[in-house]
């Protein structure tokens, strides 16, 4: 079982510059989350997919994010403009909708907008 | 909403000793109580839940247990070994809910 696949893992960026994050979930989980974590905010829920569609995006910190999810197996989360508090490490999960408590992490992508 | 406090942020222990991390929770229709533990560099694992019609679960040298009236539940390691260390999340959400509700984080250091 491949797990939950995250890229990059690593990204360094400009200001001002597009991110895009990928998530691939795992096969036959319906839901799927992304979060922030920081040493500050601890670990935030950007927002939460079921089937697809986007359940909650309270989370998302402003307009300059936004998040997909065009197919079960694959979810974007973009960042445009990036800005340098943007820098984090970004984790994709994905769960089954009927046990939401037991989420699998990917690995997770550490960015770093300068 | 769901607010979660998790004590202590940090915690050193001896090889050999005993851990506690504890939790407390606001919203009395929460019911599930997942632990996570999170290893340097990797994404959060679950390690072990309870569920509110329980009030102790064990799995090897971890344990769980929770109080529905104080609104509060732990985690306990036993025989503390050095892969013990990483950092703990304790989470918090409802049977009908769509979001987990996560603690503040233990980093639990185990000096050999």
């Known amino acids: 079982d491949a797990g939950v696949i995250q890229s990059p893992r690593h990204e360094v960026t400009e200001m001002g510059q597009e991110v895009t994050l990928r998530c691939k979930p795992i096969?036959?989980?319906?839901?799927l989350f992304w979060y922030r974590q920081t040493m500050m905010r601890g670990l935030e829920l950007l927002i939460y997919?079921?089937?697809?569609?986007?359940?909650?995006d309270s989370g998302m910190p402003e307009d300059r994010f936004s998040a997909k999810m065009p197919n079960a197996s694959f979810s974007t989360l973009k960042i445009q403009p990036s800005e340098p508090r943007d820098s984090a490490v970004y984790f994709c999960a994905s769960s089954l909708q009927g046990a939401l408590y037991e989420q699998y992490f990917g690995p997770g992508t550490r960015l770093t907008v300068t | 909403g769901e607010n979660v406090e998790q004590h202590p942020s940090t915690l050193s222990v001896q090889e050999g000793d005993s851990a506690v991390i504890k939790c407390t929770y606001s919203?009395?229709?929460?019911?599930?109580f997942p632990w996570y533990k999170q290893e340097l560099g990797k994404g959060p694992q679950l390690i072990i839940d309870?569920?509110?019609?329980?009030g102790e679960k064990k799995d090897q040298r971890i344990a769980v247990t929770l109080n529905k009236t104080a609104k509060h539940f732990s985690l306990h390691i036993t025989e503390t070994q050095p892969e013990d260390s990483a950092v703990y999340f304790c989470a918090a959400i409802k049977a009908a809910g769509n979001k987990l509700t996560f603690g503040g984080g233990t980093r639990v250091l185990v000096k050999p």
């Open positions: 096969s036959g989980h319906n839901s």
């Open positions: 919203d009395s229709a929460s019911n599930y």
């Open positions: 997919f079921n089937n697809n569609v986007p359940i909650d």
């Open positions: 309870i569920r509110s019609n329980v």
